[in-house]
Structure formats: C-alpha cells, structure tokens
C-alpha cells in the first residue's frame, strides 16, 4: 500500500518512472475502494459524505493535479524529445486523461446535486465512477507495461533523475507538504473500512 515511498529514497536510488509506478499502486488501491463506495450506494443507497469528499479530493488533486501533472508536464514531452510520436501512445494518454477528468466531474456534479436532495443524481455518481474505474486500471497497465517501458529504454539516467527533481517541485507546488501524507493516510483509512 506504500506509494509514497519516493519521499524516503535519494533520486539516485529510483528512476521517475518507477516514482509513478508506485503512484499507480495507491491509485488503484483508491479505484478498489471507490468500487466498494459503489457497491453500497447500489445496495443500500448511502454514500458516507466525508470519505467520498476524501475520495474526491484524492482523484481531483493527487491523481490528477499531481500524478498526471507529472506525466503531461514533464515525462511526455521528455518522450516527445527523445524521438516518440506525439500522436502515437502520448497522445492515447492525453486523451484518457481528459476522459477520466470528465467522470470526475460528472461525479462531482452529481454528488453536488444528490447533496441538494436530487436522489436520482446517486446513479449518475455510480455509472461515472464504475467508467472511471474501467478507465483507470486499463490506463495504468498501458502506462506500466508499454509507456513506462519505453521511457526505462529511451530516456538516460541524467533525463531520469531530472524528471525524477521535476516531480518533487511538482508535488511541492501543486499539493503542497504534507498532503502526500495526509493522502496515504486517507488511503490507510478507507482501506480498513472498505476493503478488510
């Protein structure tokens, strides 16, 4: 379940791309946990109004602000520099990027409206949960197994550890200190409640 565990090694010690890796890891861990969410709205209809907040902001700011931030700032157009087609796997990512932010807001704007009493808005947090989860796992094994594959050959160590300082400013400005913590945290949490 540790996918911060970057924050404790010296750059030297991993490649960029196996600090994303290890992102995935506690991404899927919250795709797992938002699957068990959907379960109970189906079954009983509750949806517990801190850990979906929790579930979220996670989606909104770790995986998206920052893990993705990542990759579209400073790993794809690295690749591009290193002789890959833009319009090849990049531009596939790109475009599963935004399909996932689309899902995130339509769940966002649905929790919004089932919050103001529009009890029918919990199906649409479901069936754009449920397409976001599809979305997400199958993206991560074309990242790890096909994208991150190909960085590990075409990119040198000097690119690697400069993405690898690229990724740290990243978290520093986009989610600040401390929140990597708070976000393992929630995950530690929600894991015990929705997965055990």
């Known amino acids: 379940m540790l996918f911060c565990i970057h924050a404790t090694m010296r750059r030297s010690?991993?490649?960029a791309t196996q600090q994303l890796r290890n992102e995935h890891e506690g991404v899927k861990i919250m795709?797992?946990?938002?699957?068990?969410?959907?379960?109970q709205l189906e079954t009983d209809g509750n949806l517990n109004e801190e850990h979906f907040d929790g579930i979220l902001e996670f989606l909104k700011v770790f995986v998206d602000k920052c893990h993705h931030g990542k990759e579209e700032d400073l790993l794809f157009p690295a690749l591009i520099t290193a002789g890959v087609s833009k319009d090849g796997p990049i531009a596939v990512m790109l475009q599963e990027h935004e399909m996932g932010r689309n899902y995130v807001k339509s769940m966002s704007d649905a929790y919004a409206a089932c919050a103001g009493g529009n009890e029918s808005a919990s199906k649409t947090i479901r069936k754009n949960a449920l397409a976001y989860i599809t979305l997400l796992?199958?993206?991560?094994?074309?990242?790890?197994n096909v994208l991150f594959v190909m960085a590990d050959s075409l990119l040198s160590e000097k690119t690697q550890d400069e993405l690898f300082e690229?990724?740290?400013?990243i978290e520093e400005e986009r989610i600040g200190a401390g929140k990597h913590e708070e976000f393992h945290g929630l995950l530690g949490k929600l894991s015990k409640m929705y997965l055990t």
Do not use: A, T
């Open 13 to 15: 010690d991993m490649k």
């Open 31 to 39: 795709l797992n946990i938002l699957e068990q969410v959907c379960r």
């Open 137 to 144: 796992r199958n993206h991560i094994e074309k990242e790890n």
């Open 166 to 169: 690229g990724f740290e400013r």
